[in-house]
C-alpha cells in the first residue's frame, strides 16, 4: 500500500491520470512465478489524501481523498463505493480508510523452498475471491534461477469486513500477519490441514484466547471488543481465528501441546467402582502415550 499527502495534479487528462499493470503472462515459468504469474501488482493499493487538480485539463475525478486500486476481479468488483477505469486498467474508489492490504509472510526455516500457493483469501458475503502466489524467484546462482520463491503475500481488503484464508498446501507453523490500511477492524480466519495448538503474539507478548464457551463447548466467538490479537482456535475444525486493527502486526507460533474436549457420561457410582479417578487418569496417559505424572 502506498499513501500520497497533498500531492497536485496539474493539466493531467483523464486518459493519463493512472494506469496499474496486470501481471503479465510471461512470468508463469519455473525460474519466476510457478503454475501462475505472480500477484503483487494484482493487490496494489494507492491512497491519495488532501489531493489537489489545477490547469484547464483534469480527470473526472477531483475528489480530495480518493484511492486506485488493482484490476482484480472477484476483488475490486466488491469493495463498496468502487468503480472500474478501463483506461487505467484500475478502479477508483472513494471509501477513504476502509481500503486497505493484508500482509502476510512465512518465517520457517523453509519458507523460499516449499510452496503453499495458491493461497485463497474469501469473504462469502460479499463475494470476494482472491487467489495469490508467492513472490518471484529473487536470486540467481551463477546462469540459473536460484528457484527460491519467499512465501510472503499481499492482499488487497476491505477492512471491515472478515476473511478466511486457505493454504493449498499444508500452512507453514510460523507466520506474521498485518492488516496495513487507515481505519478498520478485521476477523482473519485460517483453516489448517490437520490439528494443532498455536500462540498468538503482539510485541512479543502472548495473547490469551477467548475464555471458554461451555454452552458452546467451544472458545467465546471473537467479538472485536478486545482489539488486535483476540483469537481463538476451533478444534475440529481446526480453524484459527483473530482480530486485526490498523498497522497491528501479530506473529502466531506453534505450541508443542495438546488440547482435548472430552465428554463422558456415567453415574458417580460407576465411575468410582471402576477405580476412580487413579484409572482415569492412567488410561488417559496410555491413549495419548504420556507418563501418568
Same mark, same amino acid.
Given at each position: 500500500?502506498?499513501?500520497?499527502?497533498?500531492?497536485?495534479?496539474?493539466?493531467?487528462?483523464?486518459?493519463?491520470?493512472?494506469?496499474?499493470?496486470?501481471?503479465?503472462?510471461? #512470468?508463469?515459468?519455473?525460474?519466476?512465478?510457478?503454475?501462475?504469474?505472480?500477484?503483487?501488482?494484482?493487490?496494489?493499493?494507492?491512497?491519495?489524501?488532501?489531493?489537489?487538480?489545477?490547469?484547464?485539463?483534469?480527470?473526472? /475525478?477531483?475528489?480530495?481523498?480518493?484511492?486506485? %486500486?488493482?484490476?482484480?476481479?472477484?476483488?475490486?468488483?466488491?469493495?463498496?463505493?468502487?468503480?472500474?477505469? =478501463?483506461?487505467?486498467?484500475?478502479?477508483?474508489?472513494?471509501? +477513504?480508510?476502509?481500503?486497505?492490504?493484508?500482509?502476510?509472510?512465512?518465517?520457517?526455516?523453509?519458507?523460499?523452498?516449499?510452496?503453499?500457493?495458491?493461497?485463497? $483469501?474469501?469473504?462469502?458475503?460479499?463475494?470476494?475471491?482472491?487467489?495469490?502466489?508467492? @513472490? $518471484?524467484?529473487?536470486?540467481?546462482?551463477?546462469?540459473? !534461477?536460484?528457484?527460491?520463491?519467499?512465501?510472503? @503475500?499481499?492482499?488487497?481488503?476491505?477492512?471491515?469486513?472478515?476473511?478466511? %484464508?486457505?493454504?493449498?498446501?499444508?500452512?507453514?507453523?510460523?507466520?506474521?500477519? =498485518?492488516?496495513?490500511?487507515?481505519?478498520?477492524?478485521?476477523?482473519?480466519?485460517?483453516?489448517?490441514?490437520? !490439528?494443532?495448538?498455536? !500462540?498468538?503474539?503482539?510485541?512479543?507478548?502472548?495473547?490469551?484466547? /477467548?475464555? #471458554?464457551?461451555?454452552?458452546?463447548?467451544?472458545?467465546?466467538?471473537?467479538?472485536?471488543?478486545?482489539?488486535?490479537?483476540?483469537?481463538?482456535?476451533?478444534?475440529?475444525?481446526? %480453524?484459527?481465528?483473530?482480530?486485526?486493527?490498523?498497522?497491528?502486526?501479530?506473529?502466531?507460533?506453534? *505450541?508443542?501441546?495438546? *488440547?482435548?474436549?472430552?465428554? $463422558?457420561?456415567?453415574?458417580?457410582?460407576?465411575?468410582?467402582?471402576?477405580?476412580? /479417578?487413579?484409572?482415569?487418569?492412567? +488410561?488417559?496417559?496410555?491413549?495419548?502415550?504420556?507418563?501418568?505424572?
Amino acid at each position: 500500500m502506498h499513501r500520497f499527502f497533498e500531492t497536485t495534479f496539474d493539466e493531467v487528462h483523464e486518459d493519463a491520470f493512472a494506469y496499474l499493470m496486470a501481471p503479465p503472462e510471461k #512470468w508463469n515459468n519455473l525460474e519466476d512465478c510457478i503454475s501462475f504469474p505472480c500477484t503483487a501488482p494484482s493487490n496494489v493499493v494507492l491512497d491519495f489524501q488532501t489531493t489537489t487538480f489545477t490547469g484547464d485539463v483534469t480527470p473526472s /475525478t477531483r475528489d480530495s481523498d480518493f484511492q486506485v %486500486i488493482s484490476n482484480n476481479v472477484g476483488a475490486a468488483d466488491s469493495f463498496d463505493k468502487c468503480v472500474e477505469k =478501463e483506461s487505467w486498467n484500475s478502479w477508483l474508489c472513494t471509501n +477513504r480508510g476502509n481500503i486497505g492490504v493484508l500482509f502476510f509472510r512465512a518465517l520457517d526455516e523453509d519458507e523460499e523452498d516449499r510452496s503453499v500457493a495458491p493461497v485463497y $483469501m474469501t469473504d462469502d458475503e460479499s463475494g470476494y475471491a482472491n487467489k495469490m502466489n508467492s @513472490f $518471484m524467484d529473487h536470486m540467481w546462482d551463477g546462469f540459473y !534461477a536460484g528457484q527460491k520463491h519467499r512465501s510472503q @503475500f499481499q492482499s488487497m481488503m476491505q477492512t471491515d469486513r472478515n476473511y478466511t %484464508i486457505e493454504y493449498t498446501s499444508t500452512p507453514f507453523d510460523n507466520m506474521i500477519y =498485518e492488516m496495513r490500511s487507515e481505519e478498520g477492524l478485521s476477523k482473519i480466519s485460517v483453516k489448517y490441514w490437520t !490439528a494443532g495448538v498455536y !500462540a498468538i503474539y503482539m510485541d512479543g507478548e502472548k495473547m490469551e484466547s /477467548t475464555p #471458554w464457551d461451555k454452552a458452546a463447548g467451544a472458545n467465546a466467538e471473537l467479538t472485536g471488543v478486545r482489539g488486535c490479537g483476540e483469537n481463538r482456535y476451533i478444534g475440529g475444525d481446526n %480453524i484459527l481465528e483473530f482480530m486485526l486493527t490498523p498497522y497491528c502486526r501479530i506473529e502466531i507460533k506453534p *505450541v508443542d501441546a495438546i *488440547v482435548s474436549n472430552v465428554r $463422558m457420561e456415567w453415574t458417580m457410582d460407576e465411575f468410582y467402582s471402576s477405580g476412580g /479417578t487413579t484409572s482415569f487418569i492412567d +488410561r488417559v496417559s496410555s491413549a495419548l502415550g504420556i507418563h501418568a505424572s
